[in-house]
Structures are given as structure tokens and as C-alpha cells.
């Protein structure tokens, strides 16, 4: 990671997801950034709260699967797109997809919730239910494009999605121009290495720490083992960090390796507390992976010098769960 080294020229630069804001405006929103009087003294400092949750398919994936939609030749278009998914890059492919006229076929493993299920499925998207993992789900991807011909759009490992979910990050450094410290969440690497790129490209002094949950944090464990390792997939609240980063990974490792300067690991709890401060402090309602943020804050592992912002990436919960978790169930057992 970036703390105590020089930081390497990433993989996908400012300039790019500079193109990619033009690309695609009109098709997203600008998310606001607001100050979180309830988040502050945790900190000692004044904290601010990227609402990306409130996205038009309800988190940050709408970014990057726009930009590469729009990035597609003609020929391309008309072959259709195909994903593997834990959810939110399924519906957000699914809504792009669906605004050119396109095909889209999402494929998922059983680990997905239902809600996101029917939400890629409402948009007129076709769904492959696949194994027990993000690897499961891959597996049938590759095998659609070699018979199908249709295009592979991961849901963070290539240019143009990294380049799309950067966008976020130069909002947010246009929002809050003096802002010491960006929290991310942390899978896959495809938001935090666009965030981080964008942020750092005009912020050098910022530094951008990933949060994750401690139950099969690829990025983590791959980080720490110098190269992209497999990490088993395991149940979690905050559902939308699983999956591995690929063991053939060519952006997002080497960009939050050499761009990040931290990584938080959180456990079931400490992400509940997150998702139930968001609701009853905030008045927000966000899923697992977009309370992490939060959740690091409240968990009293974060420090920070100046002005923070916390990335709030997404609010496709059940809403059943989300019940429990604000009604205080504990999830340290259930999810062991």
C-alpha cells in the first residue's frame, strides 16, 4: 500500500476519468456530500458523507457500467454484455444495458440476496444462477462469451469501470476541497482504485484508506501476500464486498497497492452498528457495504487530521434484514 513508499503512475489516470465524467453525463447523478453533525466527535474532525447510495440503481456501480457502455463500438452493441455480480453491477449493467437496446445477461451465485435478483430481473436483464461464488459465476461468463460472442464487462478489473466509479472521487474532491482523508469500500478494488486515482491525481496530499468486512476480504488478503490470492467467499452482511480480485488481475491490485494507504477490516457487528447509525442518526437506509465507512468511524479505528469524507456506496438491502439489523439482532454468530 502507499503509506511509506513512492506512489507508481496507476494503471488508469485522471485524464481518463475526466473522459469518463463527459461520457457519461446526463446518465448519473451527482451525488450530494453532506456534513455529519451525529460522525464528527467520533473523529475529533468535521466528517461528510458521500450519498452515492442515492444513485439512480441505488449504488456507485451505475459510474462504471456506464462509462463502458458508452465506451463500446457499434459492432460490440449489438452482441450484448455479460457480468458476473454480486448484485449491484448486475443492475446497474442491466439499467445501461436497457437504455441502449441492449442484451445484458447477468450471472450470480446463490450467495446473492433475492431483492437484487429482482431488481436485475425487472430491468429486463437475463439471469444465471451459478455456484457458490463470484469464481462460479466467472466460469459461466467466460464460456458465454466463447459460444456467444458477448462482451465481458467485469465488475472491476478493466479501464473503463475503474475509470467510470472515479468519477465519484472527483466529486468529492470538488465538494470538499480540503479534505485530509477518503474512506472507501473495499472489494473487488474497482471503486477504490478509481476513487483513489481521481482523488490523488488532484488531492496528492489526501489519503484514501479501503474499509472491507473481515469475513473474506480478498483485496486484504491479496495485499498482504504481495499478489492476488483466492479467498473463500463467505456469508456476510455486507454482500456486496464478496468475490475474489481475480488471480489474473491486470488494474485494480497493482492501483490499491500502490494508491491506498490503509485497509480497515471490520467484523458482523461493527458493520450492523454502521447500517443502524446510517438509519437512525442519518436517516439513511444503506446495505452492508455501504455502512462500512461508518462503521470504521464508530469502531473507533480510523484516524484522522482534517475534514473526512465517508463513502456511502449503496442501499440495495432486504429490507427484512435491514429490520434486524436496526432491532439490534447480533450477526457475530450467525454469520460464523
Known amino acids: 500500500m502507499a503509506t511509506g513508499r513512492s506512489i507508481m503512475m496507476p494503471s488508469v489516470t485522471l485524464r481518463d476519468i475526466q473522459s469518463a465524467r463527459e461520457r457519461i453525463a446526463g446518465k448519473v447523478e451527482r451525488t450530494p456530500t453532506v456534513p455529519s453533525p451525529s460522525l464528527s466527535p467520533h473523529l475529533g474532525a468535521p466528517v461528510y458523507l458521500k450519498l452515492e447510495h442515492r444513485q439512480i440503481t441505488g449504488s456507485f456501480k451505475l459510474r462504471g457500467a456506464s462509462n463502458a457502455i458508452a465506451s463500446l463500438n457499434a459492432e460490440e452493441k449489438a452482441r450484448g454484455v455479460v457480468a458476473a455480480s454480486t448484485g449491484n ?9 436497457k437504455l441502449e437496446g441492449m442484451r445484458a445477461t447477468i450471472c450470480m451465485s446463490r450467495l446473492v440476496p433475492q431483492n437484487k435478483l429482482d431488481e436485475i430481473r425487472w430491468l429486463g436483464a437475463e439471469i444465471r444462477i451459478v455456484g457458490n461464488s463470484q469464481d462460479d459465476a466467472q466460469q459461466e461468463v467466460d464460456r458465454l462469451v466463447a459460444e456467444d460472442g458477448l462482451v465481458m464487462l467485469p465488475p472491476f478489473d478493466h479501464p ?6 472515479g468519477t465519484l472521487g472527483l466529486e468529492i474532491i470538488e465538494q470538499i476541497a ?12 474497482g471503486l477504490a482504485a478509481g476513487v483513489a486515482a481521481a482523488v490523488k491525481g488532484v488531492s496528492p496530499g489526501t489519503k484514501v484508506i479501503g474499509v472491507s468486512m473481515a469475513r473474506g476480504a480478498a483485496m486484504k488478503a491479496s495485499l498482504d501476500a504481495g499478489h492476488p490470492v483466492l479467498v473463500e467467499e463467505l ?16 488494474l485494480t491490485f497493482s492501483m490499491c497497492r500502490d494508491l491506498l494507504n490503509d485497509v480497515i477490516l471490520l467484523s458482523e457487528d461493527e458493520i450492523a452498528a454502521g447500517i443502524r447509525h446510517a438509519y437512525e442518526q442519518e436517516r439513511e437506509i444503506v446495505e452492508g457495504a455501504g455502512a462500512v465507512c461508518i462503521a470504521a468511524v464508530l469502531a473507533g479505528k480510523v484516524r484522522a487530521s482534517g475534514p ?24 457475530e454468530e450467525s454469520a460464523a
Open 89 to 97: 453491477h448486475g443492475r446497474a449493467l442491466a439499467h445501461a444495458a
Open 160 to 165: 473503463d469501470i475503474i475509470a467510470g466509479q
Open 178 to 189: 480540503g479534505a485530509a482523508l477518503v474512506l472507501v469500500p473495499l472489494s473487488g478494488g
Open 235 to 250: 456469508p456476510t452482511l455486507a454482500d456486496s464486498l464478496g468475490g475474489g480480485v481475480g488471480l489474473d488481475n491486470r
Open 308 to 331: 473526512t469524507v465517508l463513502i456511502l456506496s449503496g442501499r440495495n438491502i432486504d429490507m427484512t434484514l435491514h429490520r434486524k439489523v436496526v432491532c439490534g439482532e447480533s450477526f
